[in-house]
């Protein structure tokens, strides 16, 4: 299973910017959705993740500003960023989770995309 990710850019501080990921391949069902980011020189961390039944979890730095939602018919994964503060540039990675064709479980990673929060 394949992911690929867009949508980062430079944005301004208090600026939004939307970032998709969409999963291909032989896919029979997708359970978990989320977003991870990665700051230089810090370690890979959650910022928010999407059931399959569509519950939400954020990582509280980014409650109130960031919404993860999902597309099912286009296997898609979206995390739009509100209020953006220069805390927020990483290179931040989608990550899925589901069953392909063959009835085996896969878990896999998009290759990240980057958000530079600058004035």
């Known amino acids: 299973v394949q992911l690929q990710a867009c949508g980062g850019g430079l944005v301004q501080p208090g600026g939004s910017l939307r970032v998709s990921c969409a999963a291909s391949?032989?896919?029979?069902?997708?359970?978990?959705m989320a977003w991870y980011r990665q700051a230089p020189g810090k370690q890979r961390d959650l910022v928010a993740v999407?059931?399959?039944?569509?519950?939400?979890n954020y990582a509280d730095s980014v409650k109130g500003r960031f919404t993860i939602s999902r597309d099912n018919a286009k296997n898609t994964v979206y995390l739009q960023m509100n209020s953006l503060k220069f805390e927020d540039t990483a290179v931040y990675y989608c990550?899925?989770?589901?069953?392909?064709?063959?009835?085996?479980?896969?878990?896999?990673w998009g290759q990240g995309t980057q958000v530079t929060v600058s004035s």
């Open positions: 999407i059931s399959s039944g569509g519950s939400t």
């Open positions: 391949g032989s896919i029979f069902s997708i359970n978990n």
């Open positions: 990550r899925v989770s589901g069953t392909v064709v063959a009835g085996r479980n896969f878990v896999s």
